[in-house]
């Protein structure tokens, strides 16, 4: 079993930056991708950016491209979450999750690992 623990969240005003970090422990050497997601009051759980073990593939989505930037230190089991110009739209619950397949994947329901959630919250 692998365990996800985030941090970093809160509130800020629309343009400003948090980053957001992801502790894995138990058998995170089985990790590959590591991704978040993030689900607002009312809405489907979304896809934000994902990371393979390598560092060489990642993906975002649309509407965070050019402002989040997804990151990983293998060496302490960690992935980051830079998110840059915050919009209100961003606000939502942020989730740190993990994959042990061996393709990457955007879809949530292919992560095998979950962590608790953290709120982001952007106000206008």
């Known amino acids: 079993q692998v365990q996800l623990v985030e941090s970093g969240g809160g509130l800020v005003q629309a343009g400003g930056s948090l980053r957001l970090s992801c502790a894995a422990s138990?058998?995170?050497?089985?990790?590959?991708?590591m991704g978040w997601f993030r689900q607002a009051p009312g809405k489907e759980r979304e896809f934000v950016a994902t990371?393979?073990?390598?560092?060489?593939?990642?993906y975002y989505a649309d509407s965070v491209k050019g402002r989040f930037t997804i990151s990983r230190d293998n060496a302490k089991n960690t992935v980051y979450l830079q998110m840059n110009s915050l919009k209100p739209e961003d606000t939502a619950v942020y989730y740190c999750a993990a994959d042990a397949g061996a393709v990457i994947t955007t879809l949530p329901d292919r992560y095998d690992y979950w962590g608790q959630g953290t709120q982001v919250t952007a106000s206008s």
């Open positions: 990371l393979s073990r390598s560092g060489r593939t990642t």
């Open positions: 138990g058998r995170a050497y089985t990790i590959n991708a």
